[in-house]
């Protein structure tokens, strides 16, 4: 497996336990913010967006909330499963296309 | 099948020799993006392009060449490939344009690249 986890803040849920990963993101003029999943060996894959005319999305199973009196975005999955173990990345784009990742959480489902 | 192709996916050379990762997409997007992905620093940005013959610097472009001389490939080159540039690069592409740059980003399947 790839080795690009290591070192990453880890959260350790129960399945059919929500989970909350959080991100604080560093452009007060960032306008548009996307959460990613990456499982071993694969590239991230999108999950949820939202613009910065919005403080909540909601999708299948899963929610983006965005403060931005507090530069802080958050995703919450809603009965976690073993499926969703993965890497979690929040990002955000500046300026146009210019995007930056966050450091990825890493979110373990125990059976 | 709608996806985005990296080739190759696995590459072991020596510091000084030029190599070029390729990447191509099938869904006519105009925005493609190259990234290096390192233990505990998520993805930076090495280039962008924004549609053919437009490119732009992202945060880490040092040591780096990209091109946009068609729509659906854009590879990066490594004129002298150095050990600090051992990562794992992914290629991505938007429907996004400039007027529109909502869109979500699909990422190939990555290369792993391996400087020695």
């Known amino acids: 497996g790839e080795s690009v986890g290591l070192h990453l803040p880890t959260l350790s849920v129960q399945e059919g336990d929500n989970s909350i990963i959080n991100c604080a993101y560093s452009?007060?003029?960032?306008?548009?913010f996307i959460w990613y999943k990456q499982e071993s060996g694969k590239g991230p894959q999108f999950i949820i967006d939202?613009?910065?005319?919005?403080d909540k999305r909601q999708g299948q199973r899963v929610t983006v909330l965005l403060n931005k009196t507090v530069k802080h975005l958050s995703l919450q999955i809603a009965a976690t499963q073993p499926g969703d173990s993965a890497v979690y990345f929040c990002?955000?784009?500046?300026?146009?296309?210019?995007?930056?990742f966050g450091a990825g959480t890493r979110l373990f489902v125990k059976a | 099948e709608a996806q985005v192709t990296q080739n190759p996916r696995y590459l072991i050379t020596v510091t000084g020799k030029k190599l070029t990762v390729t990447c191509s997409q099938n869904?006519?997007?105009?925005?493609m993006s190259w990234y290096r992905q390192d233990p505990g620093l998520g993805l930076r940005q090495i280039y962008y392009?924004?549609?053919?013959?437009?490119?732009d610097k992202g945060d880490v472009p040092e040591g780096y060449k990209v091109s946009r001389k068609e729509k659906r490939n854009f590879p990066l080159i490594l004129e002298s490939p150095s050990p600090n540039q051992t990562s794992l690069y992914f290629c991505?592409?938007?429907?996004?344009?400039?007027?529109?740059?909502?869109?979500?980003?699909?990422f190939g399947p990555g290369t792993r690249l391996t400087v020695l």
């Open positions: 452009n007060s003029a960032s306008d548009y």
């Open positions: 869904m006519n997007h105009e925005y």
């Open positions: 991505a592409s938007s429907s996004g344009t400039g007027r529109f740059p909502y869109n979500e980003q699909f």
């Open positions: 990002a955000e784009r500046t300026g146009g296309f210019k995007t930056i």
């Open positions: 939202i613009r910065s005319n919005m």
């Open positions: 392009s924004m549609n053919v013959e437009v490119t």
